[in-house]
């Protein structure tokens, strides 16, 4: 279980236990250990956003091609995903749990690509 900043880059993940914080640390993102990827404020823990997912040993990624994804333990089924995947993805493509409570997506040019408070952007 670590807390791994307020971003992850391509090919990283967070296992059951790990979670962002926002900058000033006022949101997690907590990659729960019943398998539901969850936004907390900390002020009072209450949920903000949630993916639904459950079964103990689940997994997010924000995986080459863009999609942000939470797995099954085996990694073998998508449980949940952001839409967000494509052919040919920038290396510099990044998610950021921000300090209005918002996860976001950025490609390169800082562009929003998809947000838990809006979905894909067009």
Do not use: C
Not at 38 to 44: H, L, P, Q
């Amino acid at each position: 279980m670590a807390e791994k900043g307020s971003m992850l880059t391509l090919g990283q993940r967070l296992s059951a236990g790990d979670s962002l914080i926002s900058p000033l640390g006022n949101f997690r993102l907590l990659m729960q250990l019943n398998g539901n990827l969850v936004i907390y404020a900390r002020s009072n823990h209450s949920i903000v956003w949630q993916s639904h997912t459950t079964g103990a040993g689940n997994w997010a990624l924000l995986q080459s091609d863009g999609n942000f994804v939470v797995y099954d333990p085996e990694g073998s089924l998508p449980l949940w995903h952001s839409e967000t995947g494509r052919d040919k993805v920038s290396a510099e493509r990044f998610i950021a749990l921000q300090d209005d409570s918002n996860l976001v997506i950025y490609d390169p040019s800082l562009a929003p690509v998809w947000s838990s408070l809006g979905g894909v952007v067009p």
